[in-house]
């Protein structure tokens, strides 16, 4: 049973969100604050949590923070963020502290928990993508897809699943422009809707890690009007 703490200080949008994913056979950990979320995942019943959906306006300590904390103790756990206005400004700022994706508030239902699906599934580690060699070393970026680790100059480089996934597609293919629409669909699994701040922001926390210039990037290449692509190193 997957198991998902709802960090929400709203009681009934809490209450409410933990009664539909009961009813979906999920897990629930809930909390009001960030402070009681941190906590709580640093606690015995955070080691069941296997996905946050995660309020950006909370009392106290913002949802912002809550998620660079989370991001600064894991890169392992998704994080679904709620934002009740859909203000690029949140949306973008709530992307960059390290979530996986974001839903506006009120949402219904079948949405949050598509979402959630769709978060667990990237976060498996059993799907692999790309050539058939394990490891690949491309100018000292070494990918291994059967053991999911990635490493720059021997320094172990720990991945989001998100993260993970992304260069996992784009690395399969070297030279091969993706569109952002091609890269919801297989990275997010994001059939319906669509938002490409998932792909521009993912890249960019991407680029901060694996590549030495961030904004010369050797490995994750944009290609303008139309998406990123894999090199040329």
């Not at 050797?218 to 894999?230: E, I, K, L, P, S």
């Amino acid at each position: 049973m997957p198991h998902v703490l709802l960090i929400e200080d709203d009681t009934s949008v809490r209450d409410g969100m933990e009664l539909v994913l009961r009813r979906h056979g999920y897990g629930v950990e809930t909390a009001a604050t960030g402070e009681e979320a941190l906590v709580l995942l640093a606690g015995e019943r955070g080691a069941l949590v296997e996905l946050a959906v995660l309020d950006l306006m909370l009392p106290g300590m913002d949802g912002f923070e809550v998620c660079r904390r989370i991001r600064a103790r894991t890169a392992a756990l998704p994080v679904i963020m709620l934002t009740a206005r859909g203000d690029d400004r949140d949306i973008v700022a709530g992307l960059e502290a390290g979530a996986d994706d974001y839903v506006v508030k009120p949402v219904t239902a079948p949405v949050l928990e598509a979402r959630i699906r769709a978060a667990l599934r990237r976060a498996e580690p059993s799907l692999r993508q790309g050539p058939d060699a394990d490891v690949t070393d491309l100018a000292g970026l070494v990918i291994d897809r059967a053991g999911l680790t990635v490493t720059r100059n021997g320094t172990p480089v720990p991945l989001p699943p998100t993260e993970l996934r992304l260069l996992l597609e784009l690395s399969a293919s070297p030279g091969r422009v993706f569109t952002r629409e091609q890269l919801l669909a297989s990275v997010w699994d994001h059939t319906f809707l669509g938002d490409s701040r998932l792909v521009d922001a993912a890249v960019g926390r991407l680029r901060a890690k694996i590549e030495e210039v961030p904004g010369r990037p050797r490995y994750v290449q944009t290609v303008r009007g139309f998406g990123y692509r894999f090199g040329p190193l």
